[in-house]
């Protein structure tokens, strides 16, 4: 049995140390052989256009883009659709590789067999 981690962050800025742990996590587990799934939703939306995370400051911590890189390079990354659709961001604002995909495939992600789900 694969071993699956999806991981659902909804903190960006406001929180970043919440923030940057989901982001920490989802890098280790990629470059551990782990399939994931980050699902970017609520103020971390803003991480799925380019530049943004760039931005992002936390002592001590991994640069975000850096991981964000290590993420899209094994793994997948998704903006919640009403968190994009409320930020009026759309398929084409995206880093390429992100998809928009809402609550049903979410659900489904985090339900198949041999899945762990997290929430930051």
Do not use: N
């Not at 919440?18 to 470059?31: D, L």
């Not at 997948?76 to 009403?82: D, G, K, M, V, Y």
């Amino acid at each position: 049995m694969s071993k699956k981690l999806v991981i659902k962050v909804t903190a960006g800025a406001d929180s970043p140390e919440r923030c940057s742990q989901a982001f920490t996590v989802a890098a280790v587990a990629v470059a551990s052989g782990i399939e994931v799934s980050l699902w970017l939703t609520g103020e971390s939306a803003w991480f799925a256009l380019p530049g943004r995370a760039a931005a992002f400051e936390l002592p001590h911590s991994a640069p975000l883009p850096d991981l964000i890189e290590s993420i899209r390079a094994g793994g997948r990354i998704t903006l919640c659709t009403q968190c994009a659709a409320r930020r009026d961001i759309t398929e084409k604002d995206v880093l390429e590789g992100v998809r928009i995909a809402g609550a049903q495939v979410f659900v489904q992600e985090a339900m198949a067999d041999g899945t762990q789900a997290l929430v930051y």
